[in-house]
């Protein structure tokens, strides 16, 4: 029984290029979320997400930043025109119904902008 | 705006002392309150969630209280060991397809 799986664990990225984080939520989870995590800081939280549906992105800058949980395969993180500032781990946790309680999490992507 | 506290001190303890760690929130009424536990380079794992109408919640070394008078919730960890060094997280949350949002976390750093 797989966790959640993130890929790619490192990613580099030259500033003006795009990242594209991906999220496969453990089996039966339709709920992700994704929270972006600084060094020595908390994790910030940026969208959460349903099966094709957007269900809260509060926490996501108005720009350059994207997510979609598609009907088959994963949740994608997109950000475009990256920036040195977006240098961060990226982590998602998936929940099987968003009623509240455990959310599983993936090991993060590590996204560095040179 | 909600707010959720926690020390952002580290905690520093002997090995087999209980280690206390506590997780303020204020503007915010959770139906429960989750702590996790995040190690360096790595994820968040859950530990323990204890619900409003709860007053304490136990697993095996782990305590959590949870007052909502308060609106406090210490997580405890008996007979500590160096590997309980880690970073604890607090989220309260509520149900209803409620983001799940976390305190910055305790450092907590237990020395033999």
């Known amino acids: 029984n797989a966790g959640v799986m993130q890929n790619p664990r490192h990613l580099v990225r030259r500033r003006g290029q795009e990242a594209r984080l991906r999220c496969s939520p453990m089996?039966?989870?339709?709920?992700v979320y994704w929270y972006r995590q600084l060094p020595e800081e908390g994790l910030k939280f940026m969208v959460y997400l349903q099966k094709e549906n957007i269900i809260d992105e509060s926490g996501m800058p108005k720009e350059r930043f994207s997510a979609e949980f598609p009907k088959e395969g994963p949740s994608i993180l997109r950000i475009q025109q990256v920036v040195r500032g977006d240098s961060a781990a990226y982590f998602c946790?998936?929940?099987?119904?968003?009623?509240?309680?455990?959310?599983?999490f993936g090991q993060g992507t590590r996204l560095t902008v040179v | 705006s909600q707010k959720i506290e926690q020390n952002s001190e580290a905690l520093n303890i002997q090995e087999g002392k209980t280690a206390t760690l506590t997780c303020n929130y204020t503007?915010?009424?959770?139906?429960?309150l989750q702590w996790y536990r995040q190690d360096p380079g790595r994820g968040p794992v859950f530990l323990l969630l204890i619900r409003e109408n709860e007053k304490e919640k136990r697993k095996e070394r782990l305590k959590v209280t949870f007052d909502t008078t308060l609106k406090q919730s210490l997580f405890h960890i008996t007979a500590s060991q160096p590997a309980d060094s880690a970073t604890y997280l607090c989220?309260?949350?509520?149900?209803?397809?409620?983001?799940?949002?976390f305190g910055t976390g305790t450092r907590l750093l237990v020395s033999p």
């Open positions: 089996k039966g989870h339709s709920h």
């Open positions: 503007n915010y009424s959770p139906a429960y």
């Open positions: 946790a998936s929940s099987p119904n968003g009623q509240g309680g455990e959310a599983f």
């Open positions: 989220a309260p949350g509520n149900t209803g397809f409620q983001k799940l949002v």
